[in-house]
């Protein structure tokens, strides 16, 4: 196993960090590998917002399920699907003289390019942390960015085509968080298919939620499906990004009618 191999099979998500701060050189090493990455067509359809403001960070804390090691992350970037950056280069190369000399109209992005730019922003984001990882830092995804859209447009001045997709915390983890036991996987078959996707049968299920029952309490529920249920799918922060995702892509599509700027 090579070392990039041995990075990607050891890494784990650290919520406890060292005193010891990541020097600038080392932030913009991090930041440059991430915009490094793969993009669509190149177009870079993601923002890296690089959070230094404590006051601004013990917002987040509380305004993402309430998890205060946010706040004292050494290092908190937020990956942004960007569609603004373009749109505002298209306006300022009058696109719409063009749209208007071909007789059709001006088209804004919609979901489709919603889509691509999420995809943009989360390869960069996961390039930023095998970077980080390889400099002995270590890293934590917020998913919960994605709840309360207004207050995060609010409290980041985001314009239409700039959503929050994830955010990423950074440090250098404690001698107990090096040494924390790796999270386990579901088996490859169960994961990796070849040509077609394949529905798993009962027995499959079983196995694979096997090392899940070994690894947790179940609390009143019943096996690992219902834990999991009640404490994902059908739990108030999973309703509350439900509705908030909503709304967000309502705001980038400018609803269901016409194209608009």
Same mark, same amino acid.
């Given at each position: 196993?090579? &070392? ?50 404590? +006051? /601004?960070?013990?917002?987040?804390? &509380? ?11 050494? /290092? ?22 063009? !749209? ?18 999420? !995809? ?12 980080? &990882? ?39 983890? @404690? ?6 036991? /790796? ?25 694979? /939620? ?31 990004? @439900?509705?908030?995702?909503?709304? +967000?892509?309502? +705001? ?7 194209? @608009?700027?």
């Amino acid at each position: 196993m090579n &070392e990039t191999l041995r990075l990607i099979h050891q890494r784990r998500s650290v919520r406890s960090y060292d005193d010891r701060p990541i020097g600038r050189s080392t932030v913009d090493a991090i930041i440059q590998a991430a915009m490094r990455a793969p993009s669509a067509g190149n177009l870079m359809l993601y923002s890296i917002l690089e959070i230094e403001d404590q +006051a /601004l960070k013990e917002q987040l804390a &509380e305004s993402c399920d309430h998890q205060p090691f946010i706040a004292r992350a050494p /290092l908190l970037l937020l990956f942004l699907a960007d569609y603004q950056r373009w749109m505002d280069i298209f306006h300022a190369s009058d696109v719409r003289s063009l !749209c208007e000399s071909e007789g059709r109209p001006m088209r804004h992005p919609r979901e489709g390019d919603l889509l691509l730019a999420c !995809c943009d922003a989360l390869i960069a984001a996961h390039t930023a942390v095998v970077a980080a &990882e390889s400099l002995g830092i270590g890293s934590c995804y917020i998913g919960d960015i994605l709840e309360r859209y207004e207050v995060h447009r609010e409290l980041l001045g985001l314009p239409r085509y700039a959503l929050p997709i994830t955010l990423v915390c950074f440090g250098y983890p @404690t001698q107990a968080a090096r040494e924390r036991t /790796l999270t386990p996987r579901f088996p490859q078959s169960c994961i990796h298919f070849k040509d077609r996707y394949r529905r798993l049968d009962e027995d499959e299920i079983q196995g694979m /939620l096997e090392s899940r029952r070994r690894a947790r309490g179940l609390g009143s529920a019943a096996n690992v499906g219902q834990h999991t249920y009640a404490h994902k799918l059908s739990a108030d922060f999973t309703l509350e990004m @439900t509705r908030s995702v909503r709304a +967000a892509i309502r +705001a980038w599509t400018g609803g269901a009618g016409e194209e @608009t700027d």
